[in-house]
């Protein structure tokens, strides 16, 4: 809903507000995935599905951090200069900042697009180890769970 009055207002205090709150709220979800999953006694369809699933928030979260970072610095702080660099001539949409969350999030770096200040260095530094302790930590987390399970059997 605060993201149609931001569109309707044209509020840019609105807009934060929105992306925040969503922010907020994907977080609160990715904590209840992770915790049905370390809470889980056995591996099986519902949980891989979870997990694949936090994996994709946590790109979100990333696009969403870099979205919020842009307009902080724009509407707050009156810098002009965008968040990152990249191959197009207009300012960086929210799907250019989806696509290097998941870029930077499953470590392909393709290297079009890069951190054009410290504060987008930060949140990119933030995602990179964020994905890949999710990844380390949820593979073990599960093979273990599998692991156990064939056991008892």
Do not use: C
């Not at 696509?99 to 890069?114: A, E, N, R």
């Not at 200040?117 to 930060?122: H, P, Q, Y």
């Amino acid at each position: 809903m605060l993201l149609w009055v931001s569109f309707f207002m044209d509020s840019r205090i609105w807009l934060m507000l929105a992306f925040f709150n969503l922010f907020v709220y994907q977080i609160f979800i990715l904590f209840f995935m992770v915790r049905h999953i370390s809470l889980s006694r056995q591996v099986d369809g519902t949980i891989i599905l979870n997990a694949i699933n936090g994996y994709l928030i946590i790109g979100f979260l990333g696009a969403l951090l870099l979205t919020m970072a842009e307009i902080f610095e724009l509407f707050v702080l009156g810098i002009d200069d965008p968040l990152i660099n990249f191959a197009g001539e207009a300012l960086p949409q929210f799907h250019d900042y989806l696509y290097f969350s998941f870029v930077t999030v499953t470590t392909l770096g393709y290297g079009d697009i890069t951190p054009a200040n410290a504060i987008a260095k930060s949140i990119v530094f933030l995602l990179a180890i964020s994905g890949q302790l999710y990844l380390t930590i949820l593979v073990a987390m599960l093979v273990g769970k599998y692991l156990s399970r064939v056991q008892e059997k």
